[in-house]
């Protein structure tokens, strides 16, 4: 692999920002409601977007200054002056209406209206959330952090949710979210968007401290095994016990077998036959 050397400093605004809307995907989107203090109501999606805490529950977003006036958008004034906004997750049933609710409408135009997403009336704060969206979360504003002054300039505005509403049909009877159901959608670079219920894959995370890489014999390390294959090898907890098994002699046939084994996840019988190739060779 050759690393391309980028300083951002030697960069444009423009190619700073695809770099990073391209590098850093699928991303999230938030539609934010707002309003203003004449109770004018805004809807905009942000992906510069996430959570950032449970204990309280905090969740993030920017509006960057707009990067050819370097004004900033009315979410961002809406939440200076009122302090407090919902986020509703984007579905791939309302992608089309969360675009449409991106144009940069005039300051007092509701964009809820806009892209004819319905209001969903909150609990604890006065702006709504997005009546088709499974999942929506009541903010209230905890800081801004003002990242710079310049077009594209982002402000990192924190929030604490206040208040879930979330859609019964959601929930599995253990009382998780269904990833399956929710249906999100992310966003990459280049108006690519992804259907996060189409891309999801189960990954066994190791159960306790797993052994490491420096616990797999060096000679395993540099062959055709890959390093999703050697990690699962490298994330047992225990190496098991050595027992006296027969193993392929020749090593690349050794190493097709642990691959195989590995493959269908019986990763202490692949360590089994490193052990006894470990007996017969040191
Ligand atoms: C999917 C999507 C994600 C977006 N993410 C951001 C973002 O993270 N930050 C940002 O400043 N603009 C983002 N935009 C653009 C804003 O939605 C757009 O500037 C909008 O007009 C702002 O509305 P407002 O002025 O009513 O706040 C995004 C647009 C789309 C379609």
């Known amino acids: 692999m050759n690393h391309k050397k980028i300083d951002p400093k030697s960069n444009s605004l423009r190619e700073n920002y695809h770099l990073l809307i391209s590098g850093i995907a699928p991303r999230p989107i938030a539609l934010v409601g707002s309003k203003d203090s004449s109770n004018n109501f805004n809807l905009a999606p942000f992906s510069y977007f996430n959570a950032f805490g449970a204990n309280p529950p905090v969740v993030g977003f920017s509006p960057a200054l707009s990067g050819r006036t370097g004004l900033p958008k009315d979410t961002l004034a809406n939440i200076e002056s009122t302090k407090e906004f919902t986020v509703s997750i984007v579905t791939s049933e309302i992608v089309y209406q969360t675009s449409l609710a991106s144009c940069e409408y005039e300051k007092n135009i509701d964009e809820f209206d806009k892209s004819g997403l319905g209001k969903y009336n909150s609990n604890v704060i006065s702006t709504p959330g997005v009546l088709e969206s499974p999942f929506i979360m009541e903010c209230k504003l905890?800081?801004?952090?003002?990242?710079?002054?310049?077009p594209g300039s982002g402000n990192l505005i924190l929030?604490?949710?206040?208040?879930?509403?979330?859609?019964?049909d959601l929930f599995k009877d253990d009382g998780s979210i269904d990833a399956f159901k929710i249906d999100q959608i992310g966003r990459s670079g280049g108006?690519?968007?992804t259907k996060v219920k189409e891309s999801?894959?189960?990954?066994s995370k190791p159960r306790g401290i797993g052994v490491g890489f420096d616990s797999i014999p060096y000679k395993f390390l540099n062959t055709s095994l890959t390093g999703?294959?050697?990690?699962?090898?490298?994330?047992?907890?225990?190496?098991?016990?050595?027992?006296?098994?027969?193993?392929?002699?020749n090593f690349n046939n050794l190493v097709k077998k642990l691959s195989e084994y590995?493959?269908?996840d019986e990763i202490e019988t692949a360590w089994k036959y490193i052990l006894k190739w470990k007996y017969l060779n040191e």
């Open 142 to 150: 905890i800081d801004i952090i003002k990242l710079g002054n310049k």
């Open 159 to 168: 929030g604490e949710v206040v208040f879930f509403h979330i859609n019964e």
């Open 191 to 193: 108006g690519w968007y």
């Open 200 to 203: 999801l894959f189960k990954l």
């Open 228 to 249: 999703n294959q050697l990690a699962k090898l490298a994330a047992i907890e225990k190496i098991p016990k050595y027992v006296d098994i027969n193993i392929p002699l």
């Open 262 to 264: 590995i493959n269908k």
